[in-house]
């Protein structure tokens, strides 16, 4: 894998084109509707002829917004010359650090490496940035820090910080903290790990396997337009999940990460979030309702607000995408109308199989990354609609598993070969005694009051009217459908199809 950077936003490719760093932005040549069903890629092959691009230097702290061509400023603030040597060292500082306004303070921003994603950035205050060259020969009888600070010609960025997948977007005067992506693309074999997505990670469902082809196209060719989806994975231990996120992570370099369950993404200080595109969480329990709904604001929210401990609450706009794997059997909080989730039980066909996974990987290591980064700017993607997903079988036994209290005592009563005992008429008392009697069963205490507004508002939603009044014979009742009537109204109440209710 190289170090060079790529940025696959519309405006950027055509000025890195300009600058000899990647050939033009290829049209998409592979369409989801008919091509990208192919699991050998061939069309990506046949039709994207861009081979490697050569290994470019990493992208300096000036590089990440506009900057003036003039030469570097050679005076200080009182109109003293620097000499040319001290000039080039400063102007060296400026690929390295940046001064800028973060929370409210100044801040010296620098890099450093990090074996997993590259380079990540630093926040130092400018009294502990000018410690770091007590030992280093002095500029000008200065301190190295001391001097660059002074210097009028160092990168400062005052008007704040942002996060632009298109640096095009980024102001002058704001420092951009998208770094650009880790490798470029390469035409090539991707069957190896198209094979594997649609087999395995999707069980050969093709609605799923299109909707996350589109899905990782959308990560790259739209970056700064969050979806509103997030992807699970539930299987047993050996099925790839990991691996199918590798290439990714490749990619995306400091701007992807991975991380071991869920409290990482849903704690306070959310600096795993930030200037990120795409956190895979591996090993999660998203059960618990206080992880479930802040990561439910995570997926959809366009903005996250970033605390870093000693700073002022920042907002940033939220481009993470999320990918959660798990080896649970129920992994979700879903409610009766979730759709945040693309969930996939991924096949256990090569769980384990060392032969299989020495393949995939061998791909991977011989540029695979960079060929499916080519394959995934090629795929058409007008009509990917990247908020609505197919509502798999995965997801439906999430909900169903996830129903409580009324729900429960309907999804029981309509489920059984007679719904109601098979009574043509039930008395809203009868609904009420049926539905406390069912509760103490299963451990829960309801009062008559509540029982009696939870069945007749559940009632209501599946389109049964009320009749009769409370003051007169028998009160209130309710005259039943048949069972197929009973199944339709409660799976349209559920947002699940009616096979699922039928036993």
Same mark, same amino acid.
């Given at each position: 894998?190289?170090?060079?950077?790529?940025?696959?936003?519309?405006?950027?490719?055509?000025?890195?084109?300009?600058?000899?760093?990647?050939?033009?932005?290829?049209?998409?040549?592979?369409?989801?509707?008919?091509?990208?069903?192919?699991?050998?890629?061939?069309?990506?092959?046949?039709?994207?002829?861009?081979?490697?691009?050569?290994?470019?230097?990493?992208?300096?702290?000036?590089?990440?917004?506009?900057?003036?061509?003039?030469?570097?400023?050679?005076?200080?603030?009182?109109?003293?010359?620097?000499?040319?040597?001290?000039?080039?060292?400063?102007?060296?500082?400026?690929?390295?650090?940046?001064?800028?306004?973060?929370?409210?303070?100044?801040?010296?921003?620098?890099?450093?490496?990090?074996?997993?994603?590259?380079?990540?950035?630093?926040?130092?205050?400018?009294?502990?940035?000018?410690?770091?060259?007590?030992?280093?020969?002095?500029?000008?009888?200065?301190?190295?820090?001391?001097?660059?600070?002074?210097?009028?010609?160092?990168?400062?960025?005052?008007?704040?910080?942002?996060?632009?997948?298109?640096?095009?977007?980024?102001?002058?005067?704001?420092?951009?903290?998208?770094?650009?992506?880790?490798?470029?693309?390469?035409?090539?074999?991707?069957?190896?790990?198209?094979?594997?997505?649609?087999?395995?990670?999707?069980?050969?469902? &093709? #609605? =799923?396997? $299109? *909707?996350?082809?589109?899905?990782?196209?959308?990560?790259?060719?739209?970056?700064? !337009?969050?979806?509103?989806?997030?992807?699970?994975?539930?299987?047993?231990?050996?099925?790839?999940?990991?691996?199918?996120?590798?290439?990714?992570?490749?990619?995306?370099?400091?701007?992807?990460?991975?991380?071991?369950?869920?409290?990482?993404?849903?704690?306070?200080?959310?600096?795993?979030?930030?200037?990120?595109?795409?956190?895979?969480?591996?090993?999660?329990?998203?059960?618990?309702?206080?992880?479930?709904?802040?990561?439910?604001?995570?997926?959809?929210?366009?903005?996250?607000?970033?605390?870093?401990?000693?700073?002022?609450?920042?907002?940033?706009?939220?481009?993470?995408?999320?990918?959660?794997?798990?080896?649970?059997?129920?992994?979700?909080?879903?409610?009766?109308?979730?759709?945040?989730?693309?969930?996939? &039980? #991924? =096949?256990? $066909? *090569?769980?384990?199989?060392?032969?299989?996974?020495?393949?995939?990987?061998?791909? !991977?290591?011989?540029?695979?990354?960079?060929?499916?980064?080519?394959?995934?700017?090629?795929?058409?993607?007008?009509?990917?609609?990247?908020?609505?997903?197919?509502?798999?079988?995965?997801?439906?036994?999430?909900?169903?598993?996830?129903?409580?209290?009324?729900?429960?005592?309907?999804?029981?009563?309509?489920?059984?070969?007679?719904?109601?005992?098979?009574?043509?008429?039930?008395?809203?008392?009868?609904?009420?005694?049926?539905?406390?009697?069912?509760?103490?069963?299963?451990?829960?205490?309801?009062?008559?009051?509540?029982?009696?507004?939870?069945?007749?508002?559940?009632?209501?939603?599946?389109?049964?009217?009320?009749?009769?009044?409370?003051?007169?014979?028998?009160?209130?009742?309710?005259?039943?459908?048949?069972?197929?009537?009973?199944?339709?109204?409660?799976?349209?109440?559920?947002?699940?199809?009616?096979?699922?209710?039928?036993?």
């Amino acid at each position: 894998m190289d170090g060079s950077h790529d940025k696959p936003t519309e405006d950027l490719f055509a000025m890195l084109a300009a600058e000899g760093e990647l050939p033009p932005k290829r049209k998409p040549v592979i369409d989801l509707d008919r091509d990208s069903v192919d699991p050998r890629g061939n069309q990506a092959q046949a039709q994207a002829k861009t081979t490697a691009a050569p290994a470019t230097k990493p992208a300096g702290m000036h590089q990440v917004s506009a900057q003036s061509n003039q030469p570097p400023v050679a005076n200080w603030a009182n109109g003293d010359p620097i000499t040319p040597d001290d000039v080039l060292e400063l102007a060296n500082m400026n690929e390295l650090y940046c001064h800028a306004m973060l929370g409210g303070k100044n801040v010296i921003v620098g890099r450093r490496y990090c074996q997993v994603q590259g380079q990540v950035f630093t926040f130092e205050s400018p009294a502990e940035f000018k410690k770091k060259f007590l030992h280093e020969k002095k500029i000008s009888g200065k301190n190295r820090g001391q001097a660059w600070l002074e210097w009028p010609g160092k990168n400062i960025k005052l008007g704040g910080t942002g996060f632009f997948p298109d640096p095009q977007k980024c102001p002058p005067d704001a420092l951009n903290f998208f770094r650009g992506l880790q490798v470029k693309p390469m035409a090539g074999d991707v069957s190896p790990y198209l094979d594997h997505l649609k087999h395995v990670m999707c069980s050969g469902h &093709e #609605p =799923s396997y $299109r *909707y996350l082809i589109g899905w990782m196209a959308h990560l790259f060719q739209k970056p700064d !337009i969050k979806p509103s989806v997030a992807v699970v994975l539930k299987s047993v231990e050996g099925t790839g999940k990991g691996t199918m996120a590798e290439p990714l992570l490749r990619i995306l370099g400091a701007h992807g990460n991975k991380t071991n369950g869920a409290y990482a993404i849903a704690g306070r200080f959310n600096s795993t979030v930030a200037n990120r595109l795409l956190i895979f969480a591996d090993e999660v329990d998203l059960t618990d309702k206080h992880v479930a709904d802040r990561l439910k604001g995570i997926i959809s929210e366009t903005t996250v607000n970033m605390e870093r401990k000693g700073l002022e609450i920042e907002p940033l706009p939220n481009y993470c995408r999320l990918i959660f794997a798990s080896n649970h059997a129920k992994v979700l909080n879903a409610g009766i109308r979730e759709r945040r989730y693309l969930v996939l &039980e #991924p =096949s256990d $066909r *090569y769980a384990q199989d060392a032969a299989y996974f020495k393949r995939l990987w061998a791909w !991977i290591e011989n540029d695979g990354p960079a060929k499916l980064l080519n394959y995934l700017l090629i795929v058409n993607i007008d009509d990917f609609n990247p908020y609505s997903c197919p509502q798999t079988a995965a997801l439906i036994a999430e909900k169903l598993g996830n129903l409580c209290g009324v729900n429960q005592f309907f999804y029981n009563q309509i489920t059984q070969a007679e719904p109601f005992g098979g009574r043509a008429r039930i008395h809203a008392t009868e609904l009420i005694d049926d539905f406390i009697a069912w509760s103490v069963e299963e451990g829960e205490k309801v009062t008559k009051a509540a029982a009696a507004n939870l069945t007749g508002r559940t009632m209501a939603k599946l389109g049964i009217e009320v009749h009769g009044r409370s003051d007169r014979g028998n009160g209130k009742f309710y005259e039943l459908p048949d069972k197929a009537v009973l199944v339709q109204q409660f799976a349209k109440m559920l947002d699940v199809p009616e096979e699922a209710l039928e036993s």
